[in-house]
């Protein structure tokens, strides 16, 4: 197996916020009951981390678990574990009705962090970002620009976004062009 490589090299921007490509993260997908008591056991069991609620993330370091959708959760794994996880997923639900594929070369994964990062993001997206709409261990699943995303907001001053890899050098310029020094609205004060 050839070892993974970042869709951008590692690139990174500082402006309003600090914008840097995350990675390799090893992303497995689950589609099936959330409810059920074999889908919970084994997404937290793998992850090490708590099952989150509707629209909620939860994570430790590389690993965490994504709400996605009423049956979809995306698991945060280190890359080189993913596949491995991945099967034995398939395993544990084989008697249930669900799906698990390895989409770790699927995503690409931007970090922003700094204080302006709700105001980077909202120049981008038509997402509530308000604090009050939008906070740490919350996610949400939106168009940033004209092109897919997830937002995960890890705590008030970072958030994760991944889109699909194909697009990483759009969302890579916008996410620099809404960070340009000096472009800053104004309207998310700390």
């Not at 600090?18 to 959330?34: F, K, T």
């Not at 990062?117 to 996610?139: C, I």
């Not at 958030?159 to 340009?180: E, G, H, I, P």
Request: net charge negative; glycine share 12%; hydrophobic share 45%.
């Amino acid at each position: 197996m050839s070892d993974p490589v970042l869709p951008l090299g590692g690139a990174s921007f500082e402006g309003l916020c600090h914008i840097a490509e995350h990675g390799p993260q090893g992303c497995v997908l689950i589609r099936g009951d959330l409810a059920t008591a074999a889908l919970k056991n084994a997404a937290t069991g793998l992850t090490g981390v708590d099952m989150p609620g509707t629209r909620g993330a939860a994570g430790n370091g590389e690993r965490g678990i994504l709400w996605m959708s009423p049956d979809e959760l995306l698991l945060l794994l280190p890359r080189a574990e993913a596949a491995q996880a991945a099967l034995e997923l398939q395993g544990q639900l084989g008697g249930s009705h669900a799906l698990v594929a390895d989409v770790s070369d699927m995503r690409a994964h931007f970090l922003l962090t700094g204080p302006m990062v709700r105001e980077v993001l909202a120049k981008l997206t038509p997402a509530d970002l308000s604090p009050e709409a939008f906070g740490p261990g919350e996610l949400r699943r939106t168009k940033v620009g004209q092109v897919a995303a997830g937002l995960w907001m890890r705590d008030a001053r970072t958030v994760q976004l991944f889109c699909f890899r194909s697009v990483a050098d759009y969302m890579f310029a916008l996410l620099k062009t809404a960070a340009a020094p000096n472009s800053a609205v104004g309207y998310f004060r700390e």
